[in-house]
């Protein structure tokens, strides 16, 4: 069967330039600002073609039928970008010294720095945000089928970025460093070294050794901020790539051959 070959979908009339009025010759600095950025642009692009790989991305077919439930996906990688962001923030005053420096430098992004306070609260519930968000994600997923073929690797990607963002949770609560992070961390590290075969190696690679002590924060540290972030980023690309790739599943009770009414074909 000979392949069908989509012509590219069009870039949206409001994003094309406008057309001068007939007679009109002054041109305003806003105008001067505006084609200095697109030959900007313009330049860029013809050396890189980027603008194909974004137009690809973008303007997109979607299924009928698609309804706010497919937001949750974009949701989870801004709650994922707020994370990072504020984290970079937090990264700047933060110390990872067990002997009380992380617990006194967090006392001094909330009670002294410019918007610390502020900052460290997004951070702190963005983190469930994203967690709740990721679950929602997944449930829409999952009972709209979209797990089913061709889909099959994005769910087992989406797998992987569900322990990941569970990862970041679980290394991000002992950082404050407190009696009640101190104490859970210790609690959820055990219940780590109680699983079998790979269980008592995975709660000594945590503790960064036998005991729990001042390497510990650092592991916790580097993990939380370097490593899963990463894979994190990586592996949304992935996801991304597929989704742009195979498209979005419709909703299951969408019939796929369903003829489309005369009225809404207009
Ligand atoms: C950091 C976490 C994640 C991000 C940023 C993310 C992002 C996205 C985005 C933007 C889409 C496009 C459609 C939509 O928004 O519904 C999507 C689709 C999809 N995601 Fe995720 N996702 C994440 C986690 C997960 C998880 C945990 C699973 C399942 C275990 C999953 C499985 C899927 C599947 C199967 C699709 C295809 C949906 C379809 O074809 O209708 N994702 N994801």
């Avoid at 137009?55 to 994370?83: D, E, H, I």
């Avoid at 419709?250 to 207009?266: G, H, L, N, Q, S």
């Amino acid at each position: 069967m000979p392949k069908l070959k989509l012509p590219a979908p069009p870039i949206p009339d409001r994003l094309n330039p406008r057309p001068k009025r007939p007679g009109s010759t002054k041109t305003k600095p806003l105008d001067v600002a505006a084609e200095a950025g697109i030959s900007a642009i313009d330049w860029v692009d013809e050396r890189t073609s980027l603008s194909q790989g974004a137009r690809w991305m973008m303007f997109r077919k979607v299924p009928k039928g698609t309804n706010w439930f497919y937001t949750l996906g974009s949701s989870t990688m801004f709650a994922f970008l707020s994370q990072a962001v504020t984290g970079v923030f937090l990264a700047m005053y933060y110390r990872p010294d067990a002997a009380g420096g992380a617990y006194e430098s967090i006392r001094y992004i909330n009670n002294e720095v410019f918007l610390g306070e502020f900052v460290h609260g997004m951070h702190k519930w963005g983190s469930s945000v994203m967690v709740i968000l990721i679950f929602l994600h997944m449930a829409r997923t999952f009972f709209f089928g979209a797990y089913k073929y061709p889909r099959e690797l994005n769910w087992v990607i989406g797998v992987a970025l569900l322990i990941l963002t569970m990862s970041m949770s679980f290394t991000g609560y002992l950082l404050p460093f407190d009696q009640r992070s101190y104490w859970a961390t210790i609690v959820g590290v055990n219940i780590n070294g109680t699983g079998p075969l790979v269980g008592p190696y995975l709660s000594d690679f945590l503790r960064a050794g036998p005991e729990f002590g001042a390497t510990t924060l650092s592991r916790f540290y580097a993990i939380h901020m370097l490593l899963i972030p990463g894979a994190l980023a990586a592996l949304i690309g992935a996801h991304l790539y597929l989704v742009a790739k195979l498209g979005t599943t419709a909703p299951p009770w969408i019939k796929a051959d369903a003829p489309v009414k005369r009225e809404e074909r207009a």
